[in-house]
């Protein structure tokens, strides 16, 4: 499985599972563990492939990302995709995740 199919499954998960909170391994380390094995990878996925629905969603996890990565380019592709986002509350809500992770980055 590639780097995107891993990010769509992790994210799918989370969208359509109502349960995947209690699984072995819960939603968000998967889709932290998908967009942080590779962030460079990462960084593509946002400019190349991510939905606005799976934007929305990944708002959640982006101060997890900060902290576990320190990547403010990741960061600012996240948010730059994010910027995309057609329905304007999902854009705001995402947009806000994303520039309160800003400050989990300490480097």
């Not at 499985?1 to 819960?26: G, K, L, Q, S």
């Not at 990302?65 to 057609?86: D, G, I, N, P, Y």
């Not at 995402?94 to 800003?102: P, Q, R, T, V």
């Amino acid at each position: 499985m590639d780097v995107f199919e891993r990010i769509h499954a992790a994210i799918h998960e989370r969208i359509t599972n109502p349960n995947a909170n209690y699984y072995e391994i819960p939603w968000w380390e998967k889709e932290i563990e998908a967009l942080t094995i590779d962030v460079a990878a990462s960084i593509r996925f946002f400019e190349q492939e991510c939905t606005d629905e799976e934007i929305w969603w990944l708002g959640e996890i982006a101060e997890d990302l900060a902290e576990k990565t320190q990547s403010r380019e990741l960061l600012q592709s996240m948010r730059s995709r994010a910027e995309l986002v057609q329905d304007e509350r999902k854009r705001e809500e995402a947009l806000k995740d994303i520039d309160d992770a800003f400050d989990f980055i300490t480097a």
